[in-house]
């Protein structure tokens, strides 16, 4: 029935009643209020391989960088400062002992330093590291990480398999997500929209893959091409594809809201590198959290996903202020110096 339903959904043309009924969702169940999630990413050093990633370890012509304790701290000010409420650690997969030291202590600090009168609490941290062990989620929550994303890519076996090498598997991502999840985080996941095989019926497997898995924040985007992958062969037909992928992807943040309501969705960077406008289309069709960038500029360019990524000349400021006259220019309010988080998560826990 529900399947029919997101089917129904990601197959119409009549994209303006989609966009009307997720945004009425949004507003009953979410509010109109659109939250910050300052996105660092602080390192792209990665011990994994993913077949469609720009920074994966086979790729040799990245340059590789880690910001310092001292650099991530003083974002994370700055992050606070500037009324964001929460912020994205993310880097590559690294699970080195090493790393884990260096995160959970960093955790603590950003904790320390940004309590105010604003934030009685602190930043909100949302850590996205990939996968780690049970030990590992827990020493970073008890340090102050309350929120975790791990993206599931996509729930079909087979897809999975073409996308990641073998000791990448997509049991071990369920898992994880089953382990942060009883851990006590705010859980978020999400898939890559458009990936060559991709089929409908698998798209609404995942929007029903978050739905089992109770969980309370998604982000998702569209899949793009990195030229210095081994993906770059289906170069010409993504490019064919790309109205479709953008607008398949606008359908899938409205179907992720019309079913699951009451859950956080961001309206992803990769929106933006489709369409100019893609992140306050994004907001329309039901998405309420947006990632402006605080990385430091003279890195952006080496945390590279996907070609095109946007904004990678700016510096945080800039963000600050184009994404505020982004989100103001489709009648959306920011929740400045809050949380923000899930309401979906206060209901599964009580
Ligand atoms: N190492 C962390 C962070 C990965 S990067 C982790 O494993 O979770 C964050 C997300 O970027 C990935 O989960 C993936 O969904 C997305 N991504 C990577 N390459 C991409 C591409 N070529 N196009 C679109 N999204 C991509």
Same mark, same amino acid.
């Given at each position: 029935?529900?399947k029919?339903?997101?089917i129904?959904?990601?197959?119409s043309?009549?994209l303006?009643s989609?966009?009307?009924?997720?945004?009425?969702?949004?507003?009953?169940?979410?509010?109109?209020k659109?939250y910050y999630r300052?996105l660092?990413?602080?390192?792209?050093i990665c011990?994994?391989d993913?077949?469609?990633?720009?920074i994966?370890k086979?790729?040799?012509?990245s340059?590789r960088?880690?910001l310092?304790?001292?650099?991530i @701290?003083?974002i994370?000010?700055?992050?606070?400062?500037n009324?964001?409420?929460?912020?994205?650690?993310?880097?590559?997969?690294?699970k080195d002992?090493k790393f884990?030291?260096?995160v959970e202590?960093v955790?603590?600090?950003?904790?320390?330093k940004?309590?105010?009168?604003k934030?009685?609490n602190g930043l909100? @941290?949302t850590?996205c590291?990939?996968?780690q062990?049970?030990?590992?989620? $827990?020493?970073f929550?008890d340090? /102050?990480a309350?929120?975790?994303l791990?993206r599931?890519e996509?729930?079909?076996?087979?897809?999975y398999k073409?996308?990641?090498?073998?000791?990448q598997t997509?049991?071990?991502?369920?898992?994880c997500?089953? %382990?942060l999840?009883?851990?006590?985080?705010?859980?978020?996941?999400g898939?890559m929209?458009g990936i060559?095989?991709q089929?409908i019926?698998?798209?609404?497997?995942?929007?029903?893959?978050f739905k089992?898995?109770?969980i309370?924040m998604i982000g998702?985007?569209p899949?793009l %091409?990195?030229?210095?992958?081994?993906?770059?062969?289906h170069?010409?037909?993504?490019?064919?594809?790309?109205k479709?992928?953008?607008?398949?992807s606008?359908?899938?943040?409205?179907?992720?809201?019309?079913?699951l $309501?009451?859950?956080?969705?961001?309206a992803?960077?990769?929106?933006q590198a489709?369409?100019p406008?893609?992140r306050e289309?994004?907001l329309q069709?039901?998405?309420?959290i947006?990632?402006?960038l605080?990385?430091?500029?003279?890195?952006?360019?080496?945390?590279?996903?996907y070609?095109?990524?946007?904004? %990678?000349?700016?510096?945080?400021?800039?963000c600050r202020e184009?994404?505020?006259n982004?989100?103001k220019?489709? /009648?959306r309010?920011? /929740?400045?110096?809050?949380?923000?988080?899930?309401k979906?998560?206060? $209901?599964?826990?009580?």
């Amino acid at each position: 029935m529900e399947k029919q339903e997101i089917i129904r959904i990601l197959e119409s043309n009549n994209l303006e009643s989609i966009r009307k009924k997720a945004y009425s969702v949004m507003k009953e169940y979410s509010g109109e209020k659109v939250y910050y999630r300052g996105l660092l990413e602080f390192s792209n050093i990665c011990i994994n391989d993913c077949y469609y990633c720009g920074i994966r370890k086979s790729n040799k012509e990245s340059n590789r960088f880690s910001l310092t304790k001292q650099e991530i @701290i003083d974002i994370a000010v700055w992050t606070a400062d500037n009324g964001y409420g929460s912020m994205v650690l993310q880097s590559g997969g690294q699970k080195d002992d090493k790393f884990i030291d260096f995160v959970e202590d960093v955790l603590k600090t950003i904790k320390e330093k940004t309590i105010s009168e604003k934030l009685p609490n602190g930043l909100g @941290i949302t850590l996205c590291v990939g996968e780690q062990t049970h030990e590992t989620y $827990k020493r970073f929550f008890d340090a /102050g990480a309350h929120r975790y994303l791990l993206r599931i890519e996509t729930t079909s076996p087979i897809l999975y398999k073409k996308l990641h090498p073998e000791t990448q598997t997509l049991e071990n991502r369920k898992e994880c997500l089953r %382990i942060l999840k009883q851990i006590g985080y705010q859980v978020g996941t999400g898939v890559m929209i458009g990936i060559p095989g991709q089929t409908i019926d698998d798209l609404a497997n995942d929007i029903l893959f978050f739905k089992e898995y109770d969980i309370d924040m998604i982000g998702m985007g569209p899949y793009l %091409i990195h030229k210095q992958t081994p993906m770059k062969i289906h170069t010409e037909e993504m490019e064919k594809r790309k109205k479709q992928v953008f607008n398949l992807s606008l359908k899938m943040i409205a179907a992720a809201r019309i079913l699951l $309501k009451d859950v956080n969705i961001a309206a992803t960077t990769a929106l933006q590198a489709m369409d100019p406008i893609g992140r306050e289309k994004g907001l329309q069709y039901g998405a309420n959290i947006v990632m402006p960038l605080v990385t430091p500029s003279r890195i952006r360019k080496d945390y590279q996903l996907y070609d095109g990524k946007p904004c %990678i000349d700016e510096q945080s400021s800039d963000c600050r202020e184009c994404l505020l006259n982004r989100i103001k220019s489709v /009648g959306r309010e920011v /929740g400045f110096n809050e949380w923000g988080d899930s309401k979906h998560f206060f $209901k599964r826990i009580k």
